[in-house]
């Protein structure tokens, strides 16, 4: 079955739009990446939870591990570069991911 990575991003509040402006310019490259089932970038609402999640469904670990280790994943978590050719810094104050493997799941009629 699948794998399941979750990122848990801190990202203060004045940065919310940066982030959904970064992963929106990169989701078409996704689609093409072998393994690649499903992304989706989850924005708090509750009270309970402020951070922002980044989930990603693979077809397998290994899938998973080929794009982390590709220069796809390289150039997309390294930011566009500034007119000056710096490297753009991170919007978020921390992260952690979370693994998971699917073994049960529902997909609507």
Known sequence: M???KINALEIPPQAGD???KRFSA???ALSEVHGFE????LKPTGENEKRWFVYSRWSSEETYQAWRDS???ANSHGGPPKADNAEQKPVSTGSAVLEFEVVASADPA
């Open 71 to 73: 220069e796809t994943f």
């Open 18 to 20: 940066a982030i959904v």
């Open 26 to 28: 990169r989701l078409d």
């Open 2 to 4: 699948s794998v399941v």
């Open 38 to 41: 499903g992304f989706e970038l």
